[in-house]
């Protein structure tokens, strides 16, 4: 104690003699409130050496605090994932959303707001301001490349809203999917400066990746990862991150309660696998029999009656692939009406939850000084089911096609945890209503149309009205900058930012008919690629979803000519018309490509999915062995060594006891991996190809107590997706073999991992689960890959 009190008065001896009044802060301004906010962070005054020796005669300076501007309101951004212009009952769609219903019924509906047509690049560019070129994300992460606009990482001159809002006194969280962080990026060997929590988000618990399994979710805590009650009966992720999203909210208000809070809300939902809890999906019973033709005529005449587009609105023609609802087998309508029950389920539960969080603000009494975004859709909703759909979205990433058959077989474990489902590309189509194409399709609205209604009853005098002005994803975090009384800053952390490429949407909150402050907005996903500019919109469809290949070489492709002023729904294309107009705006597609980074296009799809073929980094940077221990567990696919499409040996180092169980080491899960363990005491390999054939090797002899020496070898056959020969050896004598008739070429999984000594998330080999925790001792294990052999 003595010696704390000597520190203490030796302390004070340093400040020097002494001034009875608090030290004035040098360079500070002397008018309070009024501070630079251009520059991040707020610089922190100084103060003029305290001179009094004695702290009972001084007086102590003002305590330096950053604070929010006074009023400032809460942000919540709520952002419902692959869902389409057409699908919610709030914009004439045959989904049931209360809650957005109410929303808008005391706020405002926007309906020409607009989204990049694909999940990354949207979030990146609401989150910044920003379009999503300029991000470096012109595409999702997992497809990035070498080239300017397209490597996946965010530029020092480009900070997330998040972190501004943070930097001038908010409290900031984000809840549910990311995928914003580059692959090489999500191990454990980080850097996390592209995770949430290293993007301004105080808080963050949700998922890293595009997509999860709603059932059996791959979950971070800040950047640790958390295992949440799955066997709970009643477990769904968007109920968990719901109850995350409000205990928080609430116990920061609790603490804080004059201190304002942004809240990111981004549900995996309605994303495949379409997961909805079964009564849910039961609401649904009957109600899409009409099938999708007659589904769009009755979705655009609720439209019209709602006023959500103009009543000379045309249905836009569907694409020639979609067949028609009439001339569907009895079969395969059985299918298709079970996977959009499945569906509008998935999206009802998904508006009851956000209902919760609304709710939960409210009874806090915070609704009312909360700027509300609803933005329903990242993107239009997804055809990447293909023409018929799938049980299992692994086998679209890997090439693999579905049968009908294969899908009756499932269709009433749809929406449940023995699938991974995604519906028929026709109700992508129809839940884009009145537009003709869909996610990916950026050059057409039915790709990056996207209802949106903004609630803030203290702010926006005009309530349950529409607002047709022209704006894009990138407009969010200017019209949040000013609704707060913040600006876009100048310089953070002593780099120059860029000027902010959004504008406000505030000036169309009590003003209908003001002119619209976005006048030119380019697009462009995978080849496709449009201009909007001052009511006309040019684009080209350059590859479908489902297509594997591009239709033509990109400077072949046929450009298209709407006047969208006259023609909402895109039905009427007039480039024949008006060839002057039409290279006019193909000129200035050029220019905002060349000032975005949008250049040079790279239009291959699934092939970028490999490191070497696109170009950006690999964490294992081409390496061929990778030793592992005990503990390593949740590395995603993209963090560990590719196998897939070779030759490998896996060599482990194990101490046993009689009858051991267990995981050696592991990739992937139900639909789709490998796994090389133990079942009572004898060695096994499974290779699980894309949920829709187990191939096994075990052993006939038991493992005897002791030290052992485990070694798998697998000898491909060459090419992508082949199988080969697969040997176990125990202490190098070979104990079994087989063949694996066939191989994942592509992908084990968005949301499974690679594991030692268990099988997280979902088991790669069903019938060990219970047992998949290794009973013995594993030392180490070496995955090693060669070339196939010619």
Known sequence: MKALLRLVFLGVISLGIASCNPPKPEGATAVPGQVDRTVLPIKEPTYPAITELDARNAKAPARFEVKAPDQAPNVVIVLVDDIGFGHSSAFGGPIQMPTLEKLAANGLKYNRFHTTALCSPTRTALLTGYNHHSNNAGAIMEVGTAFPGNTGIRPQSITPAAQVLRMNGYSTAAFGKYHE?????????GPYDRWPTGSGFDKFYGFIGG??????????DGTTRVYPNVEDPNYHFTTDMTDRAIAWMNTQQSLTPEKPFYMYFATGATHAPHHSPKSYIEKYKGKFAQGWDKLREETLARQKKLGVVPENTMLAPKPEAIKNWDDLTADEKRLFERQMEVFAGFAEHTDYEIGRLVDALEERGELENTVFLYIVGDNGSSAEGGMIGMFNENTYFNGVQETLDMQLEKIDALGTEETYNHFAAGWAVAGN????????????????????VMHWPKGIQAKNEVRSQFHHVIDVAP???ECVGVPAPRVVNGIDQRPIEGVSMKYSFDNATAPDARKTQYFEMIGNRAIYHEGWFAGTIHKAPWE???RRPLTEDIWELYNVNEDF????????????????LKKKFMEEAVKYNVLPIDDRSIERLDPAIAGRPDLMNGRTSLTLYEGATGIPENAFIN??????????????KANTNGVIVCQGGDFGGWTFYVLDGKPAYSYNWVGLEMFTIVSDTKLQPGKHTLKFDFVYEGGRGAGGMGSIFVDDKKVAEGKIGKTNANTFGIDESADVGVDENTPVYPPYRGKEKFTGKINRVTVETFPAKK
């Not at 580059?182 to 060997?189: D, G, R, T």
């Not at 009427?572 to 039409?582: D, G, I, R, Y």
């Open 643 to 656: 196998i897939k499409n070779t030759s490998l040996t896996i060599t482990a180092q194990v101490d046993v």
């Open 211 to 220: 997509e999860t399994n709603q059932w059996h979710p791959m979950v971070y």
């Open 479 to 481: 019209t949040v900058y």
């Open 569 to 584: 729904s895109q039905a009427k294309n007039v480039a024949a018309e008006n060839p002057e107009k039409l290279e006019e």
């Open 433 to 452: 209503t009145p537009f003709t194409w869909t996610k990916q399709v950026a050059s057409n609205f039915g790709g990056t149309r996207n209802g949106m």
């Open 548 to 550: 594997a290949k591009p």
């Open 181 to 189: 962080t580059p692959p090489w990026e999500a191990s454990v060997s």
